[in-house]
Structure formats: structure tokens, C-alpha cells
């Protein structure tokens, strides 16, 4: 069954410091997603993307945040400046079409940051 | 109004028993209704889902049942089994800026099947 990969699993970073996580979606997924879940706490959405642009971020996607989807395959999540309370754990999923009722997430990057 | 409220924040199920999981949510344009399992360690894995068309969805031992007029839905595990231990979550799924589809999920539920 086709799997959405992410890469690293588990990454510490020192408060202030730039971290970039990566996935690769499914190759015939069209639209991808980040979302986020504070130890404990619900799934939460970050951000989505289509055709090379931004659909849609939530509020806690300011400017630190930023994606790319830089050759074709990969789909990366990049934050500037990581302050304590970016530690949770991040999952990108992607989904075939518009209205497709249904994602598929990989297993998340641990993001602890220090 | 973008809310999905969940209860019971934790279940203790024996093996064998029904594990019932409730949701509850406000905005009418959601539009779609699924149920995520997840364990330690591991994306949320889509388990079923339904459409507010529909009151009701069964899939082997696991059935959504839905009420629009009551804007609420809930999970059922019938004969519920060790190997279901995990967290679950509801979800609602709304259409964002840009046409793509945001997911609205719940606290979850911690799920414990004693054998």
C-alpha cells in the first residue's frame, strides 16, 4: 500500500535554530498538508498545499513557517527561528483530489526543540 | 464554531465489549466525517468514515452512526479486541480557502481493551 514518508523521525534542535522536516507524499497525491500534535493534545492543522502554492494556513502558521515543494517529490516543512513551543509532533499527509474524503498521513517527525 | 468536541477523553473496555466514542460539532459545513486510529508513534490511519447523507455506516466490527439533526456522530467497536487499543479520533472535514479540504479533529480518545 502506498505510504506517505517522512524523514527525519525524531529531530532536536536548539531554540533559535532552523529546522527543515521532509516527506514525500504519494507521487499521484496532488494535494499535501502539514499538521501538528503537541504531546497529549489533538491533531491540528498547519497548512495546505496545491499546485505550488499555499491553499490555506492556520493561525499558528505565521512567519516562521514556511513550505516547499522543491523538486517534484519532496514536500518540506521549514521553521526560521524554533522556539520551545514548536516541540510536537509534526505529520504531513496528501490526498489524490480535490474532495477526496480522505488523507493519508505518514508517522510524523518528533520535533523537540531545546 | 470550527470545534469537534469528543467524549470520553479515556475508555476501559473488556475483550468482547462495545467501546462507544462520541463527537459532537457545530459548523454545518463540514461535510464529511471521519475516524482516525492511532498508535504510539504512528500517523493517525484513516478507520471509517461517513457522509451527513448518511445515518449510518458499518464496516466489519466498526460502525459510525450519524445524526444531523443532532449534529452528532459516534464510533462503535463491536466485540472489541486488545489490538484496538489506541488513541481514537473524530473529525470533520471542511472546504478551506483554495478548494483543499481541512481536517477538524477532536482531543481523541485513549482506548484500553483488558483481555
Known amino acids: 500500500e502506498p505510504e506517505v514518508t517522512q524523514t527525519p523521525s525524531h529531530q532536536v534542535t536548539q531554540m533559535g535554530q532552523e529546522v527543515i522536516l521532509r516527506c514525500v507524499p504519494i507521487s499521484n497525491h496532488l494535494y499535501f498538508y502539514w499538521y501538528r500534535q503537541i504531546l497529549g493534545q489533538k491533531v491540528e492543522f498547519l497548512v495546505s498545499?496545491?499546485?505550488?502554492?499555499?491553499?490555506?494556513k492556520s493561525e499558528i502558521f505565521d512567519d516562521q513557517f514556511s513550505v516547499e515543494r522543491p523538486d517534484g517529490s519532496n514536500f518540506t516543512l521549514k521553521i526560521r527561528s524554533t522556539k520551545l513551543e514548536d516541540s510536537a509532533m509534526y505529520f504531513c499527509a496528501s490526498s489524490r483530489t480535490l474532495n477526496n474524503y480522505g488523507y493519508t498521513f505518514g508517522s510524523g517527525t518528533r520535533l523537540t526543540v531545546v | 464554531q470550527q470545534q469537534v468536541k469528543q467524549s470520553p477523553q479515556s475508555l476501559i473496555v473488556q475483550k468482547g465489549g462495545i467501546s462507544i466514542i462520541n463527537c459532537a460539532y457545530e459548523n454545518t459545513a463540514f461535510d464529511y466525517f471521519p475516524w482516525y486510529q492511532q498508535f504510539p508513534g504512528k500517523g493517525p490511519a484513516l478507520l471509517i468514515a461517513i457522509r451527513p447523507d448518511v445515518s449510518e455506516k458499518k464496516e466489519g466490527r466498526f460502525t459510525i452512526s450519524f445524526n444531523k439533526s443532532a449534529k452528532q456522530f459516534s464510533l462503535h467497536i463491536m466485540d472489541s479486541q486488545p489490538g484496538d487499543s489506541a488513541t481514537y479520533f473524530c473529525?470533520?472535514?471542511?472546504?478551506?480557502?483554495?478548494?483543499?479540504?481541512?481536517?477538524?479533529f477532536g482531543k481523541g480518545t485513549k482506548l484500553t481493551v483488558n483481555p
Open positions: 473529525a470533520a472535514s471542511v472546504q478551506g480557502q483554495g478548494g483543499s479540504e481541512k481536517l477538524v
Open positions: 498545499f496545491y499546485n505550488n502554492e499555499i491553499s490555506e
